[in-house]
């Protein structure tokens, strides 16, 4: 989309090798808008708002599962071994090869041993090649901490796995705002993999990544598919958190010149139930949830903090499906024609790749991105069912898990998270204070994921106030009740997350006064977000 409309371990697997290739034989016999309204009316609303048929016999699909079942590796301690297969793997197996394949986590196909991405310091400017464990393993995130320690580092390469050189890197400017883009902090996004720490990129507004000069990309109405896992809790209403198929210019070339995954929760162009994110694909001056130009009940709000996302088309035919990248299965949320709207049939896709951007290099949009893929044909969703077991099995993961007892330790403000004057009265927002190691800064991880406090003679909970989930929501004391807003994850990379709301324990304003108070807030990387219960 445009500014002008949417400005955004190891499994052991217990087959031999002639058992798994014959899994895939039998896979492969079964078979943005760009652009809309111009920035000043994205403004004005922003303030008024205070199927396709199967043909897969029971046997193919059951086949195509147990491959995904296989799919992936687990850590082992030190190690990781490589895949039995990869998400290009399975789509090469299906037919429709993988012609993109962008990761910073993990490599998506079994024999992959190159480079993820490149980080660029700003100590000296120097670069360094982040690459896997071994071959079809996880990323060499250490790699990146040794070379950038003491400084920061920038996301300059995200590399192509498929061969074709469809590299990822710094956006120039556009019809729609100038450029070039941001790059994005390399460790603003810290997860883990299979057990294995690794990064994703953090777009914040102003950040995106593109390459318009590429190879083996879909173009005209030619059918293509695509794939991404996103951060379902960062995100929002700016245009548009685009991953997918643009314009080789920069520029806003009308209807149906783009074909990308959206993820966001605009409504300037199509969208879905509740309240967003969704999941919906940017195919130039218009975000569609559906064949309709606005609103599809059948898009559902969809905000796993690990969400894999799909959007597929061809000839007069399009599918929008999704799920959850930790577990199940995904869901289809829309199947049918091109949009009822002149421009989308035939398609004139032109086969650039954008990241974090809209096609016309909209840039006021945020989202996290770990690994996504383009391909080369409409994929079945047979294949597509294949591919998210194997993601599931790669084990994304932002917790650390564990109970323990300690102060809770404000990393940002070298001070502690602390019940004021030890008060007993449910509602006391907390605030962080010089460590006196008093029982009113004593927190204990529970193993129903509470975080709790003695005040007084009073033990009470870490509680999201009135269980509201907006960013600047209270956090205080209250009698633990077993409520989802009570419950929180302690991450690897130092954050407290609301198990409810998917927002980090924050210090309002990165203060580090004495009494500067705690909220919740959208994760973004900052120190002031950083905990250690110790």
Known sequence: MGTTGTTGAERHVLFGRGGVQRLLAAIRRRGRPGNGPDQASVRS?????????????????????????????????????????????????????????HSTTRALYASYNGPLYQVRRASDNTTRDVGVLSAGGYADAAAQDSFCSGTTCLISIIYDQSGRGNNLTQAPGGGAAGGPDNLANATAAPTTVGGHKAYGV????????????????????????????????HYNGGCCFDYGNAETDSNDDGNGTMEAIYFGNIKVWGYGAGNGPWIMADLENGLFSGVNQHYNANDPTINYRYTTAIVKGGPNHWAI??????????????????????????????????????????????????????????????????????????????????????????????????????????????????????????????????????????????????????????????????????????????????????????????????????????????????????
């Not at 086949?63 to 990781?80: D, N």
């Not at 990544?209 to 379902?232: K, L, Q, V």
Request: aromatic share 8%; net charge neutral; with cysteine.
């Open 45 to 101: 609303w922003e303030r008024s708002r205070t199927s396709r048929p199967k043909t897969f016999a029971r046997a193919g699909a059951a086949a195509v599962l147990a491959v995904g079942a296989m799919a992936g590796a687990t850590a082992t301690t030190g190690t990781a071994r490589a895949a039995t297969s990869g998400p290009c793997d399975l789509y090469a197996a299906g037919g429709t090869p993988c012609v993109a394949a």
């Open 202 to 233: 953090f777009v914040a507004p102003g950040t995106g990544y593109r390459n318009n000069h590429t190879n083996g990309i879909a173009t005209g109405d030619n059918p293509e598919g695509m794939y991404a896992i996103f951060d379902g809790t």
């Open 321 to 534: 499906r999704g799920g959850n990248a930790q577990s199940g299965s995904l869901s289809t949320f829309y199947d049918g024609p091109r949009p009822n709207v002149a421009g989308y049939n035939p398609m004139r896709k032109q086969g650039a790749i954008i990241l974090g951007i809209g096609g016309d290099n909209s840039k006021g949009a945020q989202g996290t991105f770990y690994e996504g893929v383009m391909t080369s044909g409409y994929p079945s969703d047979a294949t597509e069912n294949a591919v998210q077991a194997n993601i599931t099995a790669a084990g994304y993961s932002n917790a650390t898990g564990g109970t323990g007892t300690g102060a809770l330790h404000a990393v940002g403000a070298g001070k502690c998270l602390d019940v004021p004057n030890s008060s007993t009265t449910a509602g006391t927002q907390l605030q962080i204070w010089d460590c006196g190691g008093g029982a009113n800064q004593s927190w204990t991880r529970t193993s129903s994921n509470q975080l709790t406090v003695y005040s007084g003679s009073s033990q009470l909970c870490l509680d999201a106030y009135n269980n509201q989930t907006t960013a600047g929501t209270k956090v205080v004391t209250w009698p633990c009740n077993g409520g989802a807003n009570q419950q929180w994850q302690l991450n690897s990379d130092g954050t407290v997350t609301g198990i409810q709301s998917g927002l980090c324990l924050d210090v309002t304003g990165a203060s580090t006064a004495n009494g500067a108070l705690a909220e919740l807030w959208t994760c973004n990387g900052g120190s002031n977000q950083r905990w250690n219960l110790s």
